[in-house]
């Protein structure tokens, strides 16, 4: 459950499908109560400055040596978010050791934000090491609507290969109740965001492109999901494993679709179990080099068995 006063209003206003004006005053509160983890904060990087695109950077204080890199992707059904809205995400990461970019995306139609989220990747690929962080070992990562972007930037290569990079060029993807696998695409929202044409349904579709060269998959989804049905992550999970790709997923019990990312926003119980997960994955993934990693991760305590993120646990 969710115990700060703030956050459970702030649940259900967003799970109840507000207008979009609502949504600004929501997130400031949840940013308002979550904990502050670096002042070492890069706000409104320019990546794409001819569509006026833009990312803020969240690096950890007292590293040893450079952090992987954490790709955020928000959500909003592509058709709505802002960047700064999801500065507790950044700061929750970089109070565990890693560095975490935020950008954000143009919206509705496809494939424009996935063409933004390649453009962003690959500035942060250019930039590493003049902002400290490696740019051999990035990890996506998204929510929603965003876990779709990172997902399908991981499967279908023609959007990195724009900027010469790949999907092996990434070093892992985390994704919390992403839609990967929702053909047929036949209500009116979602045509408007991917058109009508079937082939471009079937080219929107990460499971669509599997084939074994990703890297491997972290995948989180509520099991009481009712905007995202949880088998979009075991299908997808399923089509990785069959081609030898290394995936995990989870399914939380008594957990919904908005209430899975603001569970980021708690330190404590549920929300520290479920962020000790990430960053378990992203801090250990292997170094696009061949270099060993070296875990940067601050716990203060050993990282939880994959159960104590809940009951229903599918773990591949």
């Known amino acids: 459950m969710l115990r700060h006063p703030f956050l459970r209003p702030?649940?259900?206003l967003l799970a109840s499908g507000l207008l979009a004006a609502c949504q600004p005053a929501l997130f400031t509160g949840v940013n308002l109560v979550a904990p502050k983890a670096t002042d070492q904060v890069a706000d409104g990087r320019m990546f794409a400055p001819g569509n006026g695109l833009?990312?803020?950077?969240?690096?950890p204080e007292d590293v040893d040596s450079p952090p992987p890199l954490v790709v955020f992707f928000y959500g909003?059904?592509?058709r709505q978010g802002e960047r700064h809205w999801y500065a507790f995400v950044g700061q929750a990461l970089a109070r565990h050791g890693l560095a975490v970019?935020?950008?954000?995306?143009?919206?509705?139609?496809?494939p424009a934000f996935m063409n933004d989220a390649a453009?962003?990747?690959?500035?942060?690929?250019?930039q590493g090491p003049s902002l400290g962080y490696d740019p051999d070992r990035i990890?996506?990562?998204?929510?929603?609507?965003?876990?779709h972007i990172a997902a399908l930037l991981a499967t279908d290569p023609q959007y990195l290969a724009r900027h010469d990079l790949s999907p092996s060029d990434l070093r892992g993807v985390i994704g919390l109740a992403g839609p990967?696998?929702?053909?047929?695409?036949?209500?009116?929202?979602?045509?408007e965001v991917f058109g009508d044409d079937p082939a471009r349904h079937r080219a929107s579709q990460p499971i669509a492109h599997v084939d074994g060269s990703e890297p491997p998959f972290l995948l989180l989804h509520g099991h009481d999901d009712r905007l995202v049905e949880p088998g979009n992550s075991t299908r997808l999970a399923e089509r990785l494993r069959a081609h030898g790709v290394a995936v995990e997923v989870h399914l939380l019990p008594d957990t919904g679709h908005a209430g899975l990312a603001l569970l980021l926003a708690r330190p404590a119980g549920r929300g520290r179990a479920i962020l000790v997960a990430l960053v378990d994955f992203a801090s250990q993934v292997k170094?696009?080099?061949?270099a060993g990693s070296v875990p940067h991760h601050r716990y203060g305590s050993a990282p939880p068995s994959p159960h104590a993120l809940g009951r229903g646990n599918t773990n591949p």
């Open 10 to 12: 702030a649940l259900l």
């Open 54 to 59: 833009a990312l803020d950077l969240y690096l």
């Open 76 to 78: 909003g059904s592509w």
């Open 101 to 110: 970019a935020i950008p954000d995306y143009r919206k509705a139609p496809f």
């Open 119 to 126: 453009a962003a990747v690959a500035w942060l690929e250019a």
């Open 139 to 147: 990890v996506l990562m998204g929510h929603s609507a965003g876990a």
């Open 180 to 191: 990967y696998d929702f053909l047929p695409i036949r209500s009116r929202p979602l045509r």
């Open 287 to 290: 170094s696009r080099s061949g």
